[in-house]
T-cell receptor, first 112, second 110 residues
Framework: EAGVTQFPSHSVIEKGQTVTLRCDPI?????LYWYRRVMGKEIKFLLH????????ESGMPNNRFLAERTGGTYSTLKVQPAELEDSGVYFC??????????FGDGTRLSIL | QKEVEQNSGPLSVPEGAIASLNCTYS??????FFWYRQYSGKSPELIMS????GDKEDGRFTAQLNKASQYVSLLIRDSQPSDSATYLC??????????FGAGTILRVKS
């Protein structure tokens, strides 16, 4: 069974540009989560989808971040325009019901 | 006070010894607790989940939970160099989101 896959693995962009991260959850997992780890800090929750609906977006830092999950399969997280403080590793996780979440390898985002 | 606290380490143990990793949490109503292992540049990998007070064993790993003390720990018996990684304690919070500690770096020396 394929795990959670994220693309790209690394992204380097300049401040003010736009970046879109993609996550493909484990097949059949209705729950999809985005988390972020900034340098030296713990992994923090961003938002949670159940199928195509946003269940909880309390962790989204501001309106420069837009997450979508059209059709309830893969999800994208767009940052527009990117700022220096957005640098970090963005993780996606998926799960079913109350089962533990399984994580992807993350996208390392660097804003110059 | 952080919601989930871990000693950042590094915790160094000799090969074959028991490694003991500790975690405290602040939300008394938390019911689900997880230990993830993360190698550099890789995904957090679930190694243990625990939901009830007491011990849960899986191979060389034992998770211990004490809800009264708001404390969860992970013991790794017969530590191997391949166990060297960052160990993340996570607590499931409201609406299923995970709250993570900062992680403890474990180094097993051969």
């Amino acid at each position: 069974e394929a795990g959670v896959t994220q693309f790209p693995s690394h992204s380097v962009i300049e401040k003010g540009q736009t970046v879109t991260l993609r996550c493909d959850p484990i097949s059949g997992h209705d729950n999809l989560y985005w988390y972020r780890r900034v340098m030296g800090k713990e992994i923090k929750f961003l938002l949670h989808f159940v199928k195509e609906s946003k269940q909880d977006e309390s962790g989204m830092p501001n309106n420069r971040f837009l997450a979508e999950r059209t059709g309830g399969t893969y999800s994208t997280l767009k940052v527009q325009p990117a700022e220096l403080e957005d640098s970090g590793v963005y993780f996606c996780a998926s799960g079913t019901g109350n089962q533990p979440q399984h994580f992807g390898d993350g996208t390392r985002l660097s804003i110059l | 006070q952080k919601e989930v606290e871990q000693n950042s380490g590094p915790l160094s143990v000799p090969e074959g010894a028991i490694a003991s990793l500790n975690c405290t949490y602040s939300d008394r109503v938390s019911q689900s607790f997880f230990w993830y292992r993360q190698y550099s540049g890789k995904s957090p990998e679930l190694i243990m989940s625990i939901y009830s007070n007491g011990d849960k064993e899986d191979g060389r790993f034992t998770a211990q939970l004490n809800k009264a003390s708001q404390y969860v720990s992970l013991l790794i018996r017969d530590s191997q160099p391949s166990d060297s990684a960052t160990y993340l304690c996570a607590v499931r919070s409201f609406r299923n989101k995970l709250v993570f500690g900062a992680g403890t770096i474990l180094r097993v020396k051969s």
